[in-house]
């Protein structure tokens, strides 16, 4: 793959592109079947993504009509790679096995090895036969969804499809890697004024964000909605802090340091909580909340924009969504997409119903969403989150640094890109949007010493 990598830094055409052979073998970043149990009997925080994750050459999977190969430059981690690495809460094998039953270039998946990565950037290289859209030389990022466009549920939302699945996550041959298989539906135009990093880091956060605040499929906010942000320095957080200021929010943020404190004023965003110096005991014990900390949550909330929110952007999961349920105002939405806290969640019904609050669920995004989200990206009004960058060889400190929470905002990964600042092609676009903007989090990272140290 280096002479892929060196011809894109040259500039070469798609042409010259295309009359590269394409090699048997790429590195990647991926976890072995053999090693599903090396982590039993430990608690969740003490299994190590370091162990877990390997870098190792793997054989090119052949290309499907609908598929396109990708050189891939930089990719990103995201939570789903950690539960991937834990193998929790179930190994990913059985969702590459399930695939592998479903037909015959499904079978390419189920394999002994998971090459994960749900996120990058790069260059298309080859396209299969049926491939319209999309050709060799094209500067593209990928999205997640996976989706069957022969299954009729996948067009109304993608995101309603029966077999639809999460690319690197519940498929194989995922972006963490020098080269990468995607379905030609899962690409869009790589942002111009964006480094390889700053570009691969947005999608699946992006996406997911977009869908669950701006989209119809989510709670489509509105001009003055107040909305509280849990983890709003985090990979989904950042972005959705974004969103309800583009749109006319008033965005009330949840932190847990003094440092994402000050990243998030930077960000623009000016009512802030702490959840560290609060101290909030939403859980008296293991299985009893205390309704006086939700109340007490929600008074600050008041206390910093006088009144409760309309909306909250849920992700924690078992910690927080009482509270959650508990400080939405009356007839407000609770959305939520994840439960990395634990998903088994308790809240008290009586707040839900009687006051007319709805719980929506929401999942990544369908294409239309991620490529519109894409395209607020490469109109510069979204900024890329991207706070620290680590070669392919650490995806697993990278990873131990997300599962630990010792991040802020996105991890990017140099795959075939040698060196982080390359693959801007439109530098006065750049220059119009302000480095101050687009390189927010990477500054406040490098200045706080988070995210590109290891913990171990
Ligand atoms: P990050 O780790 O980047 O951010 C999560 C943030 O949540 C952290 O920064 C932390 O912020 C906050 N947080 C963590 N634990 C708690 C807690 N117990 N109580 C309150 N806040 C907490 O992860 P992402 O934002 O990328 O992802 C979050 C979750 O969403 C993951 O479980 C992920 O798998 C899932 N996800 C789901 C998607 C979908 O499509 N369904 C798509 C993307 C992600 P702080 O400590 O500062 O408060």
Sequence with gaps: MRAFAEAIESGASGEDLAGLAIPESYRAALVRREDVGMFEGLASSDKDPRKSIRIEDVAVPELAPDEVYVAVMASAINFNTVWT????PLPTFGFLDRLGKESQWGARHALDYHVVGSDASGVVIKVGSAVRSWKPGDRVVAHCNYVDDQDPGAHDDAMKAANQRIWGFESN??????LTLVKANQLMPKPAHLTWE????NALCNSTSYRMLVSHNGVNMKQGDVVLVWGATGGLGGYAVQYVLNGGGTPVGVVSSADKVK??????CEAVIDRRAGNYRFWADETTQDESEWRRFG???RGLVGEDPDIVFEHPGRQTMGASV???KRGGTIVTCAASSGYMIEYDNRHLWMKLKTIKSSHFANYREAWDANKLISQGRIQPILSAVHPLEQTGEAAYQVHHNLHEGKIGVLCLAEKEGLGITDPEFREKVGEDRITLFRR???SAGVGGKSAG
Aim: aromatic share 10%; charged share 25%.
């Design 85 to 88: 690495s834990i193998f929790e």
């Design 173 to 178: 041959f995922g972006g963490l890697a020098d």
């Design 198 to 201: 700053e570009s691969a880091c």
């Design 263 to 268: 990243l998030l004023e930077d960000l623009g």
């Design 299 to 301: 008074k600050d909330i």
């Design 326 to 328: 508990f400080v939405a």
């Design 444 to 446: 406040h990272a490098s």
